[in-house]
């Protein structure tokens, strides 16, 4: 069964440095891959997603993410962080060809320091 | 574009009712929805998979006649609890499937928030 490991229950950091997010995922071929963020109360917003191609991935609010198939990861990275980042992410992977049935990581609560 | 919304967004009810979630794709068509649970400071549960015309397929540990899912229509799902209790507290997010070129992609809804008093 596939399954999607996010290391860092909270992370905090101070506006303006950099964020990394990590994700490992456990499948016996790659995935599709993605990132949500959810506000407190709120439901999912798709930041970005992989599918194929290029291993780095553009996404909405100035997001990226790369896939790495050696290290089965797909960690998410912003180079500045803004206070409104503060939130939920969810790392997510889906089969390839089983309907987009998504299945999520723990989740990772970013805090971000004035 | 791909909405889903779903309704109500917050709802509190007594021990013992009923509650209808609705989960609406409302500008595409969507034969198959997924609805999700999540429990505090918790990942997202997959809790079954709504089927316009058929059955819903439930998660290993959902209790069908628990969480009554319904799909009659392209556009329309909904996530009844039954006989709620306050452990069936928690926030339901669905999902709607949506083919995009050559693949499917899902979009969320906004989430409801029960809370069974």
């Known amino acids: 069964a596939q399954s999607v490991t996010q290391p860092d229950i909270h992370i905090t950091v101070s506006e303006g440095a950099s964020l990394e997010l990590r994700c490992n995922y456990s499948y016996g071929a790659t995935p599709y891959l993605f990132w949500y963020v959810q506000s407190p109360g709120q439901g999912l917003q798709l930041l970005l997603k992989?599918?194929?191609?290029?291993?780095l991935v553009q996404g909405i609010k100035g997001f990226e993410a790369e896939f790495k198939r050696s290290q089965s990861s797909f960690n998410l990275r912003k180079p500045s962080v803004h206070w409104s980042d503060a939130a939920e992410y969810f790392c997510?992977?889906?089969?390839?060809?089983?309907?987009?049935?998504?299945?999520f990581g723990g989740g990772t609560r970013l805090m971000v320091k004035p | 574009g791909a909405v889903v919304s779903q309704h109500p967004s917050r709802v509190i009810c007594k021990s013992g009712t009923s509650v209808k979630i609705e989960c609406r794709s409302l500008d595409f068509q969507a034969t198959t929805m997924f609805w999700y649970r999540q429990f505090p400071k918790k990942s997202l549960m997959l809790m079954a998979t709504s089927n316009e015309g058929s059955k819903a397929t439930y998660e290993q540990g959902v209790e069908k006649d628990k969480f009554l899912i319904n799909h009659a229509s392209l556009t329309l799902s909904t996530l009844t609890v039954t006989s709620a209790h306050p452990e069936d507290s928690s926030f339901y997010i669905c999902?709607?499937?949506?083919?995009?070129?050559?693949?499917?992609?899902?979009?969320f809804g906004q989430g409801t928030r029960l809370t069974v008093v």
């Open positions: 999902s709607a499937r949506k083919r995009i070129q050559d693949r499917e992609e899902a979009f």
């Open positions: 997510a992977v889906a089969k390839r060809n089983a309907g987009n049935m998504l299945t």
């Open positions: 992989y599918f194929s191609g290029d291993t």
